[in-house]
């Protein structure tokens, strides 16, 4: 953790059960939140409970790692109520499979008595999956970054065309004022179809993975 606090240079708070298992971390950015306090560790290294303030306003955040054993699972669940406030934010891995909807090539559904502590909890506390929420049709929680070896020249051809880059409208012989480009390509650009290649490749392997 030391080496974790060097670099991360803010505030920092953790709990480890040993050098080289079970750990929770939350990392806190400075100016985003203030009075940053840790109310909890568990020796175990399962779960931190930190509390922090914006604008007047108390937060709690909650960071659990479930155990993979479905009993001691259950014993970790039955503390996270304990932490629970009007403002809470309880998030990590429940290494559980809370409904069918969750399920992928990596997990399965079966018969688990800590899905329903989860519910309870969630219910009595209320508490929402937030997750869901926001990301209604996607099945994974986690993403991996897939490099495509994209050549430094074709990058700084992207920098040069859109960083800070401006942009009109002509229509009926009339002229808009420039306003800056934030989001697509502008029409015409000898980039778009190569930009293309390169997100419909990717997009066609979660299409096909979704079937």
Partial sequence: MDQVRQQWRRPVHYAH?????????????EGTFENIVCAHQETTGRMVVVDMEKSGKKYRITNVYAPKDEKEREIVFKKIPIWCNDESLVIGDFNVVLSKKDLSAQNVYKEDASRQIIYNIMSDNNLVDIWWIKNPHKRSYSRQ????????????????????????????GLITKTFQIQRS???????????????????????????
């Fill in 17 to 29: 059960g040993s050098a080289s298992a079970c750990g929770v971390v939350i990392l806190c950015r």
């Fill in 185 to 211: 390509v502008r029409q015409g650009c000898p980039l778009s179809s190569l930009l293309y290649s390169l997100v419909a490749e990717p997009l066609t392997l979660l299409i096909n993975q979704d079937r």
């Fill in 145 to 172: 970054q897939i490099k495509f070896g994209i050549g430094n020249n074709f990058i700084n051809w992207l920098k040069l065309l859109y960083n800070n880059s401006y942009s009109c409208v002509k229509c009926n």
